[in-house]
Structure formats: structure tokens, C-alpha cells
């Protein structure tokens, strides 16, 4: 079974719509992310959490917002959905003990493709 | 802020090829650095990283020198294979900001 999987893996909404996308881990890592892909721009960091009490905004963060249930659970909300959040996103996560200071490893998810219509 | 120049791709070789992908970084500090790969309908997966300048990452044929006079990580190898046909991308942790700085990535197509 895959380490860090997302739920859906495939979602097409329309303009307006209220949508979640979940991660899930089973690494027992305390730091997760989401980050978009778009075509050329490379990945871009929407949240991250280094531990159920802390979230943080990334570079993209207007439009999104996340909770985290759990260590092992990180979800994102797209609150009104527009077309221009019609991208590919991932979770990742990475273990903070690994870090030393030299940044640690980030395992990803298989991504969820979003088509906002 | 910290940033990291990829070349433009897309790259396209025939197999046995040399591969080079170029990237380039800024950062205050001194960052650790990273390529990862992210094959067809997957997520990407480190490949490599070098955590200090002369530093040589390796892994599967790929090799990368961390560069700290020239601020280069470029992405090497000598034979490229049909299953090496993915997208590359160069990231830079820095431990003042404990993130990855992603380059936009690189697709690489290997034709047999």
C-alpha cells in the first residue's frame, strides 16, 4: 500500500463549488504540505503543517484553506472554486528528525488532477 | 528570496545519450540541494541531494557536483535509458525558511 495517498485522484467541479481534497499518511511523519503543478510553473507551495497545532500559509495560499485532522491527516479546501484552480495537486510529507539541519526528504502523493469548469 | 533557474525544456534524446540539465540557484545562507523526478501519473520522488559545496549526489546513473562558486547543481548522466523519460526538477532547502524552493522542472523524453 502506497505511503501517502490522495483522495480524489480526479475531480471535475464547476465554478462556485465547495471542494476538499484529502491526504493521508502512513509514515508517521509530522510535516505535511500541498503544493499545485501547473504547467511552466513548476511546483508551488499552497500550506504546510510541521504538527497538528501548526499551519502555515506557502506562496499561493489566497483561495485555499486546510485542516489537520490528525498527524496523519491533511486536507485542502478550495472554498469557491474558480477555473484558474484548475491545476494538479499534491500532499507530501517529510519527517522532521531526518532533517539535521540539511533539509529531509519529502514523499508525494500520486496527485489529484482538478478541472474547474 | 531563494530561487532556482532550471533550463527550459522539453529535453528530447535518443537512448545512450549524455544528459545534462542545468540549474542554477540563489539563496542567502547556504542551501542543501535537491533534484527530484517525477515520472508519468506519479508524484515525484527525490533522486538525489548534496548538503554541503563539492558534495556529489548520485543515484541510478544520475549524478550532480553542488557548485557553491558558480551556485550550480547541474544534473548528469552518462547513458540515458527510455525509462528515464520524466520530468526533472531542482529544489534548494534552506534552513532559515525549513522549505523547498522548486525550479519549474524540466520533461525529459527518451526515444529508443
Known amino acids: 500500500d502506497a505511503d501517502v495517498t490522495q483522495t480524489p485522484r480526479n475531480r471535475i467541479t464547476k465554478t462556485g463549488k465547495r471542494i476538499m481534497l484529502e491526504c493521508s499518511q502512513t509514515?508517521?511523519?509530522?510535516?505535511m504540505y500541498w503544493y499545485r503543478q501547473d504547467p511552466g510553473l513548476g511546483l508551488r507551495l499552497i500550506y504546510y503543517s510541521f504538527d497538528v497545532k501548526d499551519i502555515n500559509k506557502g506562496e499561493i495560499s489566497d483561495g485555499y484553506s486546510v485542516s489537520r485532522q490528525a498527524q496523519a491527516k491533511f486536507s485542502l479546501s478550495l472554498e469557491s472554486a474558480i477555473p484558474n484552480q484548475t491545476a494538479l495537486y499534491f500532499c507530501?510529507?517529510?519527517?522532521?528528525?531526518?532533517?539535521?539541519?540539511?533539509?529531509?526528504?519529502?514523499?508525494f502523493g500520486p496527485g489529484t488532477r482538478l478541472l474547474v469548469l | 528570496g531563494d530561487s532556482v533557474t532550471q533550463m527550459e525544456g522539453p529535453v528530447t534524446l535518443s537512448e545512450e545519450a549524455f544528459l545534462t540539465i542545468n540549474c542554477t540557484y540563489t539563496?542567502?545562507?547556504?542551501?542543501?540541494l535537491f533534484w527530484y523526478v517525477q515520472y508519468p501519473g506519479e508524484g515525484l520522488q527525490l533522486l538525489l541531494k548534496?548538503?554541503?559545496?563539492?558534495d556529489k549526489g548520485s543515484n541510478k546513473g544520475f549524478e550532480a557536483t553542488y557548485r557553491k562558486e558558480t551556485t550550480s547543481f547541474h544534473l548528469e548522466k552518462g547513458s540515458v535509458q527510455v525509462s528515464d523519460s520524466a520530468v526533472y526538477f531542482c529544489a534548494l532547502y534552506w534552513g532559515g525558511s525549513e522549505k523547498l524552493v522548486f525550479g519549474k522542472g524540466t520533461k525529459l523524453t527518451v526515444n529508443p
Open positions: 539563496a542567502t545562507g547556504y542551501p542543501s
Open positions: 509514515k508517521g511523519h509530522d510535516r
Open positions: 548534496a548538503t554541503k559545496a563539492d
Open positions: 507530501a510529507t517529510s519527517d522532521l528528525s531526518a532533517n539535521q539541519g540539511f533539509g529531509e526528504t519529502q514523499y
